[in-house]
């Protein structure tokens, strides 16, 4: 009776696996090229919310690295268990970056306490080479409790005392001896840059009644050359994790 009954079940599995159909087939990993030629037609199948989520599930893995995975799953089990370890490690980055708000807010606020004032700011035009360019001139004042070796600025320029920003960069200054708390300097910038047109001084920036410059410091190096705030700070992360764990959380719910 057993026996009976295991190879009913053997028979059931072998028809509801010949009736499968989109994610839930499984695919062809003999070769890369089997893969592709049978991914293209199982995925006709799917639903395309459901190749929408297998395919971000899959956008970092290679053929080797699902075959190694994944040997014998289907699309959907490969997909929701891509996503559901993604989720996973969203959040953990999420948790993370929260625990590490509070320091980088502290080291946000030494930022505001330097001071930059734009002293101002010409046009001029090199007649060897045709170029126009920007001038600019500002203190700086460290208020901050840290000796620092560099700043990194955003700056924004605008004309006729108009506040929307007509072109915008980013420069950095370097200090050759360092800037002290409490300590200024003065220094001078160019907009356009050596050679760079990315911004060019149009006839409108030329016939402007005045124009402004306006610069702010989002990040410094103290003496060991180490940025306070740096690239992927909690700050970005905390901008963009939300929306990814939405939109995974999205995708798993679609499958």
Not at 3 to 29: E, H, R
Not at 182 to 197: C, I, K, N, P
Request: hydrophobic share 35%; charged share 25%; glycine share 6%.
């Amino acid at each position: 009776m057993k026996t009976i009954t295991l190879f009913s079940a053997i028979v059931a599995g072998l028809i509801l696996s010949g009736c499968a159909k989109g994610l839930d087939k499984s695919p062809n990993l003999s070769s890369p090229n089997a893969y592709r030629a049978a991914i293209d037609q199982d995925l006709t199948e799917a639903k395309p919310e459901e190749v929408e989520a297998f395919n971000f599930a899959v956008s970092d893995m290679n053929f080797d690295q699902l075959k190694q995975k994944y040997p014998n799953a289907s699309y959907r089990k490969i997909a929701k268990s891509e996503l559901a370890g993604y989720l996973a490690s969203l959040q953990a980055q999420l948790t993370q970056t929260q625990q590490m708000k509070p320091e980088f807010e502290k080291r946000h606020a030494e930022l505001t306490k330097i001071n930059v004032e734009v002293l101002g700011n010409e046009l001029t035009h090199d007649t060897f080479f045709g170029r126009r360019d920007l001038k600019y001139s500002f203190r700086l004042t460290n208020g901050s409790s840290i000796s620092m070796s560099k700043v990194q600025l955003v700056a924004n320029f605008s004309i006729n005392g108009n506040p929307d920003t007509l072109y915008q960069w980013s420069p950095v200054v370097n200090f050759e001896d360092g800037l002290r708390p409490g300590q200024s300097a003065t220094f001078t910038g160019s907009m356009v840059g050596f050679l760079s047109f990315d911004q060019p001084i149009t006839l409108e920036v030329r016939e402007a009644q005045s124009r402004e410059v306006r610069l702010e410091v989002t990040d410094l190096a103290d003496f060991s050359e180490q940025w306070l705030i740096g690239k992927n700070s909690p700050f970005d992360q905390l901008k963009t994790l939300p929306s990814s764990i939405e939109e995974t959380k999205k995708h798993l719910a679609n499958l």
